[in-house]
RNA sequence: UCCGCGAUAGCUCAAUGGUAGAGCAUGCGGCUGUUAACCGCAGGGUUGUAGGUUCGAGUCCUACUCGCGGAGCCA
């Protein structure tokens, strides 16, 4: 038999069907009961009359616990009072499971119980469009890149060495060949991919084992890094406007419903196109500066430092040119001005800070030496990063963007522990 | 790692150093159009843990545990 979903309810009016889901909430008016039903696909108000169904059905309304598996039948009508715009006259009512007391309740929670009960909290309106819209987003990366002649590449998860060598990475044993480490990006291998064919991108679970603790951070989260050979770094600016105008737009139109559900007000997300503005390191440290911010030129900008920059515009801000100090070894130096990296990052509105980070690539295998051991980097470990600079290096550039700091960015959230199904943080790793 | 805040009923919270309370949830009853439905009644507590001060501690002090917010680091 054909499985239909509350999604499909306008192409069945006026027909008695059934339909299997969970119990959302239900009311009830004496002689009228109204239950809440979500198949995953929407929510469906279905109401039982006392005088139009058997009394073991009515009886069974009131039985019938929150959450509990159901299946409900009846005839199908428009209904501008019920949730969704359709309401089922219901004339039976079957128990799959009976729930037993179902711990969030349509009423407030605090975090940490419903981090406790995220398996659950996941079945919530707001958490289903969080969800809905993180995969709408995850779409939109793939079809991006995927149109643009770009193959997907995976990078290893595990690895022999710090990518970066600055954070802290998990580590495990790995049989008789020492430590291995859960990666922190896959660039380094996507610079091998891109070098192979062209145009790559990576797109994976990648961790953390520093200990941070704000709203922007997880140990384990997914970051695509798209690589691609013979881009400058104006190149790759190009490529993350046209990048970042592709998701957002494609996605505000697709999950409207969804973003309706979440409150999100869509008009600095509608803004969201090109060109988007574009500031070199030393400008930013002006309008640090005009705002009366005490920053010392050469430090990396602070999370409250990102807010006040990206406050000044409409839409994300790509900055560019960083002191190389703060940066990473692999960043080529500015041919004007050895002291900046030709690095840039975006920062997205509305005080969200920093969703991307990228660059031009050191392509000089001498200089890519002097900055390993500048860095104090076991070199042996980087033989087969410096073989793509043996074996017909050239120019290249790529970035990589936090998934979950743009979920948690289009779907207007505080905190990017609700953007992914079960976050892994500092101090919780379940369920 | 550092700074700040917090822990009381299943959940969210209240309670001048003086008998531990409300809303939601649960159970029972009422209501033929409810929208976190509403109304009435009932059950529900080792106040995070261990010490201390006091005639008396949920409340004050000390330590610990756990969590939350932020900093640093980063996507």
């Known amino acids: 038999m054909q499985k239909i979903y509350i ?18 909430n239900k009311r009830s008016s004496g002689k009228v009961k109204f239950i809440i039903l979500r198949d995953g ?8 009359f006392k005088g139009s169904v058997t009394p073991e059905v009515f009886e069974l309304c009131d039985k019938v616990t929150q959450e509990s598996s159901i299946e409900v039948t009846g005839r199908v009508k428009e209904e501008p009072r019920a949730v969704g715009g359709f309401e089922l006259d219901g004339v039976d009512l079957k128990i799959i499971s009976l729930s037993q007391e179902y ?43 995927d149109n643009k002649g770009f193959v997907l590449m995976d990078s290893p998860i595990l690895t022999p060495a710090a990518c970066e060598g600055t954070s802290t990475l998990f580590e495990t044993e790995y049989f008789d060949l020492g430590k291995a480490y859960l990666t922190q990006s896959g660039q380094l291998y996507a610079e091998a991919g891109a070098l192979a064919l062209g145009k790559v991108y990576t797109f994976g679970p990648t961790f953390r084992a520093e200990k941070s603790k704000t709203r922007r951070h997880l140990t384990e989260f ?12 104006n190149d790759n600016m190009d490529l993350i406007e046209e990048f970042i105008e592709y998701v957002v ?14 409150e999100r ?73 050895a002291n900046l990296a030709l690095a840039v990052d975006v920062l997205a509105p509305e005080g ?13 295998l001498d200089l890519l030496l002097e900055r390993i051991k500048e860095h104090d980097l076991p070199q042996e470990a980087f033989e087969w990063y410096l073989d793509l600079r043996r074996y017909g290096s050239v120019p290249h550039a790529g970035f990589g963007l936090g998934l979950e700091r743009t ?20 101090y919780r790793n379940t369920p």
């Open 103 to 145: 711990p969030i309740t349509p009423k407030e929670h605090g975090i940490e119980f419903l981090m406790d009960n995220r398996h659950l909290w996941l079945r919530s309106s707001r958490q289903v469009a969080i969800m809905k819209v993180r995969h709408r987003i995850i779409k939109a990366i793939r079809d991006f890149f």
């Open 7 to 24: 999604s499909d309810l306008k192409n069945f009016i006026g027909q008695e069907i059934t339909l299997k889901g969970w119990l959302y």
């Open 407 to 426: 979920v948690g960015w289009i779907c207007g959230l505080e905190h990017v522990r609700e953007t992914i199904p079960f976050p892994r943080m500092i």
């Open 265 to 337: 007000d869509l008009t600095s997300l509608k803004n969201c196109k090109r060109p988007f503005p574009r500031i070199s390191y030393d400008d930013a440290v002006e309008i640090l500066k005009k705002n009366n911010i005490d920053f010392q030129y050469g430090n990396d900008l602070g999370g409250t430092d990102e807010t006040i920059i990206s406050n000044q515009f409409d839409r994300p801000v790509l900055v560019h040119r960083y002191p190389q100090e703060v940066k990473a070894f692999y960043m080529k130096r500015d041919p004007e001005n």
């Open 352 to 364: 969200v800070g920093e969703i991307i980070g990228g660059s031009q690539r050191e392509d000089n």
């Open 41 to 48: 696909t929407g929510y469906l108000q279905c109401v039982y």
């Open 249 to 262: 737009q494609t996605v505000i139109a697709d999950r409207e419903e969804e973003l309706k559900v979440l």
């Open 222 to 233: 997914w970051m695509v890094e798209p690589e691609v050979a013979f881009n400058d770094l």
